[in-house]
């Protein structure tokens, strides 16, 4: 009849991380860079503000380039 095939008792198991603690490290720090963008956006101050229109905007794109590279990074 059939006979079952039965997987090998030892089995090789590569638990490698897709990436590395510096790796993780350099994400929170983009995220926390980016939220800190975030928080430069708020305010009832004057709209057009530079801090509002120029600087937060700045350092929200610095936040996602640098997430960008510390998933690229290697």
Wanted: hydrophobic share 50%.
């Amino acid at each position: 009849m059939l006979e079952r095939k039965t997987p090998p008792v030892h089995q090789d198991t590569n638990n490698d991380m897709v990436f590395s603690k510096k790796n993780y490290q350099l994400l929170i720090i983009s995220m926390l860079i980016v939220v800190f963008g975030f928080i430069l956006m708020i305010g009832d101050t004057d709209i057009y503000d530079v801090r509002k229109t120029l600087i937060a905007p700045m350092v929200v794109l610095f936040g996602f380039g640098f997430g960008v590279y510390a998933i690229l990074k290697k």
